[in-house]
């Protein structure tokens, strides 16, 4: 039988499926009610799903294994928790069933699953309610897999039990004594088997985050500054030359007002004309219309009956005029002096 030293390195921190973390029941009775993290059939038996633990893990009860450690281990898996470590001789005391032997520059860590403790042999917990969980048997040389009801820990399966117990096994990290471990950014996969005392991952992760965003922010700064300066200088000889006054402008005083070039010119009443006035500042005798015939030329009328006198000379209206006719003579106005004399 060949004995192997420890599980190997484990360098990134492991993730288990979400079931996991879901204990199941393994002994159901009024004298035993245990419940197991990460359990599983294992063949004919209740054992351990090694899909719950990082990849080399065997369990704990494994006798081929000095160390039943991950060697180095960086850090504790998910949904796990630190709880103690030694070095030494008292490394393998204090866990001398995972832990055969190691040197005082190395470090045993141990690592329990969130809420646990340590009781000494594995991780252990109490839980007085549990909803249906399931339950873990073995029939007929086979394991087999069957659903619990929930459980009320106050009264006990049958009225003189407490809570029941819970089962963790535990997770153990070597490390050197004053060594830090790079831990990658991503939990899968990728892994690293040499120490380093630079710089820690959380300062590495700040220097490659800040660093890009710092320069892209000092570029977005000065390409905001540039643009503006631009746009101004670009403004600026507009604003010159509509502000510079033309050859016959004036220059602008109080509020500017609109062109009035286009506006209809107010309305000025007209007044008669007064040159006809014969004392300027006296009311004149209104001006008579001309008279259009004279005393002579008798009034033409139109024949108002057919009984008038054979004598009634016959009425003609006025034609364009022939040789020979008397021209109506224009008589003036006569203005009349208001104080009675004649001008």
């Not at 199941?24 to 038996?45: F, Y």
């Not at 087999?144 to 009320?152: D, K, V």
């Not at 108002?304 to 003609?316: F, H, I, L, Y």
């Amino acid at each position: 039988m060949t004995t192997t030293t420890d599980f190997g390195p484990l360098t990134s921190i492991f993730s288990a499926p979400t079931g996991c973390a879901t204990e199941q029941w393994v002994a159901r009775q009024a004298s035993s009610t245990w419940l197991r993290w990460g359990a599983g059939c294992n063949g004919k038996r209740v054992g351990y799903d090694s899909n719950c633990f990082p990849p080399g893990w065997s369990a704990g009860n494994s006798t081929t294994v000095l160390n039943k450690a991950f060697n180095p281990g960086y850090a504790c898996p998910s949904g796990y928790t630190t709880h103690a470590n030694a070095t030494g001789t008292a490394a393998t005391k204090q866990y001398g069933e995972y832990i055969g032997s190691i040197g005082t520059d190395s470090l045993a860590i141990l690592c329990c699953p969130t809420h646990y403790d340590w009781n000494g042999e594995y991780c252990s917990g109490n839980q007085y309610q549990i909803a249906t969980r399931s339950y873990l048997t073995v029939e007929n040389s086979k394991c087999t897999t069957t659903s619990a009801p929930a459980y009320n820990g106050v009264n006990g399966l049958n009225g003189t039990m407490g809570g029941a117990y819970l089962q963790g096994t535990p997770i153990f990290l070597i490390q050197k004594v004053g060594a830090t471990y790079d831990l990658p950014t991503s939990t899968a996969g990728s892994s690293s088997n040499a120490a380093s005392g630079g710089l820690s991952t959380g300062a590495k992760i700040a220097i490659g985050i800040c660093v890009p965003v710092g320069v892209l922010l000092i570029a977005a700064i000065a390409f905001i500054w540039w643009h503006r300066r631009k746009k101004a200088q670009k403004a600026q000889p507009a604003a010159l030359s509509a502000q510079t006054p033309g050859p016959y402008a004036e220059p602008l005083n109080g509020k500017p007002e609109l062109d009035a070039g286009g506006a209809v010119k107010p309305y000025v009443k007209q007044e008669l004309d007064a040159s006809h006035e014969i004392h300027p500042g006296k009311p004149a005798v209104p001006a008579e219309l001309p008279a259009v015939q004279t005393p002579q030329t008798p009034v033409a009328e139109m024949a108002t009956s057919v009984n008038k006198s054979p004598d009634t000379p016959q009425a003609e209206l006025p034609g364009d005029g022939v040789m020979g006719d008397a021209v109506p003579s224009r008589i003036k106005a006569e203005a009349t002096d208001p104080s009675g004399g004649e001008e």
